[in-house]
C-alpha cells in the first residue's frame, strides 16, 4: 500500500466514522485530499470497491508478515491458522472504530458484511492451500464428499471472530484470544477425528460471552 492509498483510506474511515454513511460522490470526498478524481479511480473505481479493498490489503499485509517469518514456515497447519488470526487481528487493531461501524452497519439477512466479498475470495484461496498442506502432512483427514467443503467451513471462523472481537471489552482482549484458539481447535478435531470434547468446550465459551 502506497502514501496516497493509505491517505485516502484514513481519510475515508474518517468520514464514514464521523457521519456515519459513505460520502455523497468522490468529488465531495477528494476535495480537501490534495488528488484529483483521476488519482482516486486509479485505485479505487467506487466507495464499495474501496470498502473490500480495506479488508483484501488487511489480509494481504497479514499473510506478508507470516511469511516475513522465518519460523512461519516449520508451523503445523494448525500453528499457522492460529498465526494467521492472531496476526490478523493485530493487523485490525488501529482500525478498531472502522471495523466495529462496518459490522454494526451489517444487514440482518446478511451472512457477513458486504465488504468482506474480497476478502472471501482470498481467505478461501489461503484456506485451500492450508487444506492441502494439512492432508499432505496427514493433519487432516481426506474425507470423500466432505474434503472439498472444508474451505467453506474454514470461512466463518475470521468472520465470527471479527464480530466478537469488535464487541470484545475484556483487557488485550484475552477473551477474543481464547476464542481463536478454541475455534481453529475445534475445526481441526472436525477435520481430523471426533470433534464432540471441542465443541463443548467452544459451546461453553459461546454461552459465556454472549
Known sequence: MDKTQKR????????????????????TFIDGLRINENTFLKYFNSFDQLEKEFWKIIFEDTISKLEAQEEYLSYSVNEKLLAFYFTWIEELKDSRNYVQYVIKKERIYELYPSGFESFKQSFELFSSCLIAEGIATREIADRMLLTDK?????????VSIVKFWAKDHSKDFEDTDALIEKTVNFSFDLMRSNGIDSFIDLAKFHIQHF
Open 8 to 27: 485516502i483510506f484514513k481519510n475515508y474511515i474518517g468520514y464514514v466514522l464521523e457521519h456515519k454513511k459513505q460520502p455523497k460522490s468522490i468529488h
Open 150 to 158: 472444508y474451505k467453506y467451513v474454514l470461512w466463518y471462523q475470521p
